[in-house]
């Protein structure tokens, strides 16, 4: 059972156009949404997070827009260079007992193109 | 300096042996974790450890046992290994285990022939 639910599965984009990912969840008991960033041959790095509480939250070309009443957020990146060609991970978190887990979506793989 | 390093970064290996991967994290935390990727990239936890303490364990096979030595550490041994078990994985740290960003190392790429 896929908890966050994350499409597209890969992503073309020109140089400079707007990379857009979007991920969907059920469970109402998550209370972060961060977002990973993957290139090859390496381990997932934070890139940007968000709260329920805020609809939408923006740290330099990468945006995260959030609706709550329809359990959806997703991933905007403006002017998309090159350099961003990675794997982008949605993600959600839970907290019971004491300790956190977080649940990742299934992955986007972006290229952009020159 | 590398926060969460891991060896070794490839390991192959034949059916039915027994490996381990170690992890060490130089962030001061609290929290670690090992995670699993398979081919399709898809990331699930596996494990989580809080200050020597299992936390999480996510209906692992038993084959799979984590030992934490000491906070900075969390290894990762694999008993009669199968092929089901050739993935990338990654062990990753966190401030505290209620929170805090999650770190993780660069992988370790499992294949089990």
């Known amino acids: 059972q896929q908890q966050v639910k994350q499409s597209p599965q890969s992503l073309i984009v020109q140089k400079g156009g707007i990379s857009i990912i979007n991920c969907a969840y059920e469970n109402t008991a998550f209370d972060y949404f961060p977002w990973y960033q993957q290139f090859p041959g390496k381990g997932p790095a934070l890139l940007i997070a968000i709260r329920p509480d805020v609809s939408e939250k923006k740290e330099g070309r990468f945006t995260i827009s959030f609706n709550k009443s329809a359990k959806q957020f997703s991933l905007h990146i403006m002017d998309s260079q090159p350099g961003d060609s990675a794997t982008y991970f949605c993600?959600?978190?839970?907290?019971?007992?004491?300790?956190?887990?977080?649940?990742f979506g299934t992955g986007t793989k972006l290229q952009v193109i020159p | 300096d590398t926060a969460v390093s891991q060896t070794p970064k490839y390991l192959v290996t034949q059916m039915g042996n027994d490996k381990s991967i170690k992890c060490e994290q130089n962030?001061?935390?609290?929290?670690m974790y090992w995670y699993k990727q398979d081919s399709k990239k898809f990331l699930k936890i596996m494990f989580s450890y809080n200050n020597k303490e299992l936390i999480i364990n996510e209906t692992v096979p038993n084959r799979f046992s984590p030992k934490s030595p000491d906070k900075a550490h969390l290894n990762l041994h694999i008993n009669s290994l199968e092929l089901g078990d050739s993935a990338v994985y990654f062990c990753?740290?966190?401030?505290?285990?209620?929170?805090?960003?999650?770190?993780f190392g660069p992988g370790t790429r499992l294949t089990v022939l």
């Open positions: 990753a740290s966190s401030p505290k285990t209620s929170g805090g960003e999650q770190f």
């Open positions: 962030l001061g935390h609290d929290t």
């Open positions: 993600a959600a978190r839970t907290r019971s007992g004491g300790y956190q887990k977080v649940t």
